[in-house]
């Protein structure tokens, strides 16, 4: 790949029928991180797992950040366009549809600024604790992606607030946004796994 390349994990896929998912992580985390999820959330589908190039304290993430909460948005709309770069080669290099992004925290918000960004990237998206990433983001035109959106009601650092119009910019641009606020925080619980379960295996149910 080029020099647009990142670091990452591919697995190929073990059945058909269900999208490939594109894996992005918390920060702190890495390529590795979320294979397991990817595997519990759609068995047998491809999995594209990249790392965040932006170090924090030594601490990968997918775009910078001033403070908790607070964006260099510069750098989102730079670091969008780079991942969108990569997904490209990636689906040529390995052969793949157009993937489902499964994104927790900085993963979930990069992959928002994605949806907004870049349309076409995308099929869908899984958005794990995500907040609005860009303040005033372009007038996308999202076609009926889906889009689950899966918050937790004492979420210390995404307010109930953030998420509601994280839901509301993406239905406006035209996703089929499902959002749920779950009884958690920050981290994922078992009810985020069943649900990104059963919302992918319905997907993969349209599409087949
Ligand atoms: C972010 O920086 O993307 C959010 O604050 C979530 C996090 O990574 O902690």
Not at 142 to 164: E, F, H, R, T, W
């Amino acid at each position: 790949m080029t020099e647009n390349s990142f670091v990452h994990r591919f697995e190929p896929a073990t059945g058909a029928g269900s999208p490939p998912l594109l894996l992005l992580h918390g920060t702190g985390g890495d390529e590795n991180d979320l294979l397991g999820l990817g595997k519990m959330v759609s068995p047998g589908a491809a999995l594209l797992s990249p790392r965040g190039r932006v170090l924090e304290h030594g601490m990968p993430r997918f775009f910078r950040r001033l403070a908790e909460g607070v964006f260099d948005e510069d750098d989102v709309r730079r670091r969008a366009h780079e991942l969108g770069g990569f997904v490209a080669e990636a689906r040529q290099r390995y052969g793949l549809a157009a993937p489902v992004a499964v994104g927790f925290s900085n993963g979930a918000n990069i992959a928002a600024a994605l949806l907004l960004l870049e349309p076409d990237v995308l099929a869908g998206a899984i958005l794990l604790r995500a907040m609005v990433p860009l303040s005033d983001p372009p007038k996308a035109e999202l076609g009926g992606k889906p889009v689950l959106l899966l918050s937790g009601q004492a979420d210390p650092i995404v307010p109930p607030s953030n998420s509601a119009k994280l839901a509301s910019l993406l239905s406006g641009a035209g996703a089929r946004v499902e959002h749920k606020v779950l009884p958690a925080g920050h981290q994922l619980s078992q009810a985020d796994v069943t649900l990104a379960r059963d919302w992918i295996g319905k997907l993969a149910a349209e599409v087949a």
